[in-house]
């Protein structure tokens, strides 16, 4: 098993520009998350999906979009991206939904800077 | 302010030293508690997992400890390594993540 993957490593935006981080679990897991690490605080999360076809937000939602087409794949998409959004994103999955005792494996991260 | 505060910010210890980091947190109400172990540059990786009913959980080298009445858990690390050199996370409900605290274990 891979576990969770992520692409791209490393990603340079100019302002006003978009992108769309990938994200594939071959765990077969039912909960997914992105979050964002900025220096000195903790985790946010993004958005999250409980199963395919089924997204919500989290704590700092505005900028990004999610979709879940499938159980494997769940995409963050940055429509129009700004300089607040430099950040390390990373993807999460899990068997069971949020507030489980389920483990959550994390992806290696993507780091973004939009100039 | 953050509702889950750790401490140290960070730490450094010789190698063989037992540490015990900190995590206060004002979630509520409480679900679980997490901890992770996040090597620089790499994503969290889960230690352990508390709810209400545990006070204590082990997973090798590492016990977490909680206490749900006063809103505050533990991570002792016995006979630390260097490899354990990296940032602990301590997560309540999910999501709510402290900012970490940086472990340097120095031979």
């Known amino acids: 098993n891979a576990g969770v993957t992520q692409t791209p490593k490393f990603q340079v935006l100019k302002t006003g520009q978009s992108m769309t981080l990938q994200c594939a679990q071959d765990m077969n897991h039912e909960y997914m998350s992105w979050y964002r690490q900025d220096p000195g605080m903790g985790l946010r999360l993004i958005h999250y999906?409980?199963?395919?076809?089924?997204?919500d937000q989290g704590e700092v939602p505005n900028g990004y979009n999610v979709s879940r087409s499938t159980t494997e794949d769940f995409p963050l998409r940055l429509l129009s991206a700004a300089p607040s959004q430099t950040s390390v994103y990373f993807c999460?999955?899990?068997?069971?939904?949020?507030?489980?005792?389920?483990?959550?494996?994390f992806g290696p991260g993507t780091r973004l800077t939009v100039l | 302010k953050n509702q889950v505060e750790q401490s140290p910010q960070s730490l450094i210890i010789l190698e063989g030293k037992n540490c015990t980091l900190q995590c206060n947190y004002t979630v509520s109400p409480f679900s679980n508690l997490r901890w992770y172990k996040q090597d620089t540059g790499r994503g969290p990786v889960s230690l352990t997992i508390m709810t209400f009913s545990e006070n204590t959980k082990s997973n090798g080298r590492y016990t977490a400890t909680l206490d749900a009445d006063t809103k505050q858990s533990s991570l002792h690390i016995t006979a630390s390594q260097l490899s354990d050199s990296a940032s602990y996370i301590c997560?309540?409900?999910?999501?709510?993540f402290g900012a970490g605290t940086r472990l340097t274990v120095k031979p």
């Open positions: 999906s409980v199963g395919a076809g089924i997204t």
């Open positions: 999460a999955s899990s068997r069971g939904v949020l507030l489980s005792t389920d483990t959550q494996y």
């Open positions: 997560v309540v409900n999910d999501m709510r």
